[in-house]
């Protein structure tokens, strides 16, 4: 007699897998005990930390896509001065449907702050909003909680429509950018953690993120600022997720390497093993002109 699992008998295995595989998973334990919204949040930590694309005066403009539930764009918030990096509770916590395991407020000492009042978390927002400098624009399909410095976008990023919006969250949030010319490039660093909901179909899958891929870098192609704009080697950067499949090496042999004066392939040690997602982390946008037939020329500016 042959044995079938059912599919309740494979669901079940794999959601104890699943279960196994958190308890056991480093940065799910290090998400738990630090105020990040997401475990991506140690990613983009990790790119920073080895490339410092994030940490430079002249980067005051940043997209975030993909962003919910807002880990990177907490790790951008803080590097833009908004908070602290050092320790747990650089933001408010804006997650008030979860419990705090901290003590109540009354019994720490010398502080007055509690995690789940309204008027603390609007006031503590404030003050971060005053220390540090530019904007982070979010955008994703689900709502995101607020964080300093960030003004998130409940979108679609392949709807043609939301590229206007995005400008114009930009132009409204820095009034330093409004003065500049309609159609001039503002964007430091592009970073996309999207990925499309896994069907099981890994070809399908595929194409979506390749979908995905094609978008992002055309909408980087847009709004990045160059090299010599931003005045900086390697200024002018886009993080973009991807999986892992044999088209996306002409995606960057294409598409990146051309445009970019660095492109690296990273598999963060935060992300998975088993999953096939990885990431190019572009620095220095120079974008080229594609001239069919004849080769690549430079741009104009
Ligand atoms: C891995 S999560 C991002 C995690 C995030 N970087 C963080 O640190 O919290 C991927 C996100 O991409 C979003 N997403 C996928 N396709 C999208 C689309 N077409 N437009 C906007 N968001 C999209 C999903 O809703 C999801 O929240």
Request: aromatic share 8%; net charge neutral; charged share 25%.
């Amino acid at each position: 007699m042959s044995f079938r699992p059912t599919l309740a008998a494979l669901s079940k295995k794999s959601s104890t897998q699943w279960i196994a595989r958190q308890r056991h998973d480093h940065y799910v334990k290090q998400r738990a005990s630090s105020a990040y919204k997401s475990r991506s949040a140690f990613k983009l930590l990790e790119f920073d930390d080895q490339l410092g694309f994030l940490d430079h005066d002249d980067v005051n403009v940043v997209v975030d896509l993909g962003a919910a539930p807002g880990g990177w764009s907490q790790v951008v918030s803080q590097r833009l001065g908004y908070g602290s990096d050092e320790d747990s509770e650089p933001l408010p916590s804006t997650l008030p449907r979860v419990r705090s395991k901290r003590r109540p407020a009354e019994s720490r000492p010398g502080s007055d702050y509690d995690p789940l009042n309204i008027d603390n978390m609007e006031e503590e927002l404030a003050r971060s909003e005053s220390k540090g400098r530019g904007t982070v624009v979010a955008v994703d399909l689900l709502p995101m909680n607020p964080i300093p410095g960030v003004r998130s976008l409940q979108k679609d990023f392949l709807d043609p429509r939301t590229d206007a919006a995005i400008t114009d969250l930009l132009h409204s949030s820095i009034p330093g950018l409004r003065q500049r010319k309609k159609g001039k490039a503002l964007v430091d660093v592009v970073l996309s953690d999207m990925a499309p909901n896994t069907s099981g179909n890994a070809l399908h899958d595929s194409e979506e993120s390749y979908r995905l891929c094609l978008s992002v870098q055309a909408f980087a192609a847009r709004h990045l600022r160059t090299e010599e704009q931003i005045g900086r080697r390697y200024g002018g950067v886009l993080v973009l997720k991807h999986f892992s499949f044999d088209a996306m090496n002409v995606f960057r042999k294409e598409k990146l390497e051309p445009h970019f004066s660095n492109v690296q392939y990273i598999k963060p040690p935060a992300s998975r093993s088993e999953s096939s997602e990885s990431y190019f982390v572009c620095r220095g946008w120079n974008p080229v002109r594609e001239v069919p037939m004849y080769g690549i020329l430079p741009e104009s500016h």
